[in-house]
Nanobody, 117 residues
Framework: QVQLVESGGGLVQPGGSLRLSCAAS????????MGWYRQAPGKQRELVAS???????NYADSVKGRFTISRDNAKNTVDLQMNSLKFEDTAVYSC???????????WGQGTQVTVSS
């Protein structure tokens, strides 16, 4: 059974930082494009950042310059460093793995990020 387990969420003040991590197991991690999505209450899920198998990154306009996605193929992890957090970054953040071979998707259970003063 493939598992994606997120960690690192929590409560942070505006302007603060958090680092999310997603640990993948039981997949050939190096052939999966990885991404972080988020869903705020009452809103659709949106792509926050992605990193493909060649380590090319892509960011939502709303987080460019503030968030950084990275992957470690040796550890089967993908991290999201979030700086200068804003109230509007509050959401459940989920890790996604998409096979570069089959296109099949796997999702983590999500981790809550709350930006509040």
């Amino acid at each position: 059974q493939v598992q994606l387990v997120e960690s690192g969420g929590g409560l942070v003040q505006p302007g603060g930082s958090l680092r999310l991590s997603c640990a993948a197991s039981r997949i050939r991690f190096e052939v999966y494009h990885m991404g972080w999505y988020r869903q705020a209450p009452g809103k659709q899920r949106e792509l926050v950042a992605s990193i493909n198998v060649g380590s090319t990154t892509n960011y939502a306009d709303s987080v460019k310059g503030r968030f950084t996605i990275s992957r470690d193929n040796a550890k089967n992890t993908v991290d999201l460093q979030m700086n200068s957090l804003k109230f509007e970054d509050t959401a459940v953040y989920s890790c996604n793995a998409k096979s570069a071979i089959s296109g099949f998707n796997y999702w983590g259970q999500g981790t809550q990020v709350t930006v509040s003063s």
